[in-house]
């Protein structure tokens, strides 16, 4: 079981609110990344369940219990650092059997739950290296076995792919998603790349200067922003976004639309603009265009186009798929 | 892929070049090495007496078996080795606890870790007199003021465990060097590491003993090399409380070396002790080395 619940939980260092009144419900077994900018709180938050920083107000309820006075290592949670935080006089065996024999268990236990783990994450062969002479890929592993290793309620990962390289990352997001799957454990994720968390999450939570400005799957995020700050943060390239009462719609102080929601119309429809750049990336084209009053608006057009800088463009946006904001950011529900 | 030939002429040209470059400074510092060693050598096979002047005449290796045969020098060799290894027990026993208190957050850290730090900026001459004088003196010593006190006898340092003494001040002397470095190295620990610790659920003594203690291994060693070349040498210490005695129980290599030379006045003995010490140093480093010294590698 892995259900973790905070209330009201807040965190300040000195005169600085960090954490401002987060409540969240963390199911069991799902997968529920925190993505935000840096600076915005989610790897305090993060280092706030795991134990290792006191909260300054509210709960954090592990399976209902509160466990806010509880040291990290009672909590029944594993963490995966971004640094990996390998101990580097250890083998990689005595790595991910650290754990286990500071909680004392008998060797045989071990040595069977190390070879486990070692297998799983196609570690056997290197069991007797030190964690300098692996890869980076491979010491993420090692990392990550030592955290499934103690059977935790759930895994806390803090940015563990952001020191791999793009093509070993795709890989590893793979293969996190798909042992957190076959474990059936809580995972928590931190993240500040939004693709990450796209790709992973069973559930979203996106921070912004210590406040959770929305928690949702995926798909809602994308689709059904509550505010102006998720709208232009999930979501790449990011959302436009134009005056109300420019784009012809005073209802609204803001009128958002996704570069991938602007067709290139005819003449006459939607918003007349002048290419200022083209990227042509074979599958798409991204297309940046001086749009007057309405300022820059980016275009994602599937396929080949043959626009280049100075081309005049009418772009209509797809009605459907406009949002629409107060002055204050919020989302104005139909 | 074959380098072209311009290229591989153009490698030789510079590391000629490069050597040239450094033959000046090379043979500078073997000169200043070599002559020195070259007229110990060459005094240490004569009979070469300062009471005696004139009479310089070459005696071979008598110089070495006086030397040798010496009582003294088995002693002096006992002292010195009793006085290193103690010495650096003392510094790396305590320094590396001092370091760790050091390392934790207190009010004033900065003014703390400045006078931790002092005894290592007082010269060997003025510690040695300030502890003879104010601390360890029998009568008006602070630690014989403080043994009244308690209604106990006044020890007399300097008469009733001189070599103890000395390893005392010298000891003192060095703590804060052995502290500095280890503080640094603990400094350079990484703190997730200790956070992955304490998930694992390790408690403070055993992130010590599994984290902490390895990652000072190789600092421990640099502080063993390093004070055991300048505790190899201890004299002003000597010099100034003891004068080497009471007999011969605080003279070490170099203080037999200064009292063959400027007290019996044998140039020819003093350089042939000089060189015994060379050589001695030397097996004290070699086996540093194999013993410790792979701490250093990778």
């Known amino acids: ?334 | 892929m074959m380098k072209s030939k311009e290229v591989v002429l153009a490698t030789q040209q510079t590391q000629v070049l490069g050597r040239a470059l450094l033959i000046p400074a090379v043979a500078l510092l073997f000169i200043w090495m070599i002559v020195p060693l070259a007229m110990t050598i060459y005094f240490s096979t004569l009979h070469y007496s300062l009471l005696d002047p004139g009479t310089e005449s070459f005696v071979g290796l008598e110089n070495f078996r006086y030397f040798l045969t010496d009582p003294a020098f088995l002693t002096s060799l006992q002292n010195t080795l009793v006085l290193v290894g103690s010495v650096l027990a003392i510094t790396v026993l305590l320094g590396t606890p001092l370091a760790l208190l050091l390392d934790q957050p207190v009010i004033g850290r900065s003014v703390v870790r400045l006078m931790v730090i002092a005894p290592f900026f007082v010269m060997p001459t003025v510690s040695a007199l300030v502890w003879k004088n104010l601390l360890m003196h029998p009568v008006s010593g602070l630690f014989a003021w403080g043994a009244t006190l308690l209604g106990l006898t006044p020890i007399d340092w300097f008469t009733d465990a001189p070599l103890f003494a000395v390893i005392l001040i010298v000891a003192w002397e060095w703590l804060p060097f052995a502290t500095l470095i280890l503080l640094t190295a603990l400094q350079s620990q990484d703190e997730e590491q200790k956070e992955a610790a304490e998930m694992d659920g390790a408690s403070a003594l055993s992130t010590f003993i599994y984290l902490t203690l390895p990652h000072l291994a190789r600092p421990i060693t640099v502080v063993i090399l390093i004070e055991t070349i300048f505790l190899l040498t201890v004299f002003a210490e000597i010099f100034v409380t003891t004068g080497g005695g009471p007999g011969l129980q605080t003279t070490n290599i170099a203080f037999l070396i200064y009292s063959q030379a400027l007290i019996q006045f044998d140039v020819g003995n003093a350089s042939a002790g000089g060189l015994v010490a060379v050589v001695i140093a030397n097996i004290v480093a070699f086996f540093l080395v194999r013993i410790i010294g792979r701490n250093l590698e990778a």
């Open chain 1, 1 to 334: 079981m892995g259900q973790i619940t905070l209330q009201r939980v807040r965190k300040s260092f000195g005169p600085v609110n960090i954490i401002k009144d987060a409540n969240l419900d963390i199911e069991n077994g799902s997968f529920v990344v925190f993505v935000g900018p840096s600076g915005c709180g989610k790897t305090t938050l993060l280092r706030l369940i795991a134990g290792l920083e006191d909260v300054s107000g509210g709960q954090i309820l592990i399976d209902g219990r509160n466990v806010v006075d509880v040291p990290p290592a009672k909590r029944g949670l594993s963490m995966v650092f971004q640094s990996y935080a390998l101990y580097p006089h250890m083998s990689v065996r005595g790595n991910i059997a650290f754990g286990l024999k500071m909680a004392g268990l008998p060797r045989p236990e071990i040595e069977r739950k190390v070879e486990a783990a070692a297998a799983t994450l196609n570690l056997t062969p290197y069991l007797d290296r030190k964690p300098r002479e692996l890869s980076g890929g491979q010491r993420q592993r090692v990392a990550i076995g030592r955290a499934i290793v103690r059977e935790p309620k759930a895994f806390l990962f803090d940015e563990p792919l952001s020191n791999l390289d793009a093509a070993l990352r795709v890989q590893m997001r793979l293969e996190v998603t798909k042992l957190q799957k076959q474990l059936g454990t809580t995972a928590v994720y931190v993240t500040h790349d939004q693709v990450e968390a796209m790709t992973m999450a069973d559930k979203i939570v996106v921070l912004n200067a210590g406040r959770i400005e929305q928690f949702g799957s995926p798909i809602e995020l994308y689709e059904r922003p509550a505010n102006l700050f998720v709208a232009g943060f999930i979501g790449s390239p990011k959302m436009n976004f134009v005056p109300g009462d420019a784009a012809g719609e005073p209802g609204a102080a803001t009128l958002g639309v996704r570069p991938e929601h602007l067709k290139i119309g005819k003449e006459g429809e939607g918003w007349p603009g002048t290419v200022s750049v083209a990227e042509h990336l074979g599958s798409d084209t991204f297309l940046y265009v001086e749009a007057g009053k309405l300022g820059m608006l980016t275009a994602r057009c599937i396929g080949e186009f043959s626009l280049k800088a100075g081309d005049h463009v009418w772009l209509s946006p797809d009605p459907a798929r406009l949002h629409r904001f107060e002055k204050d950011g919020s989302v104005i529900r139909r």
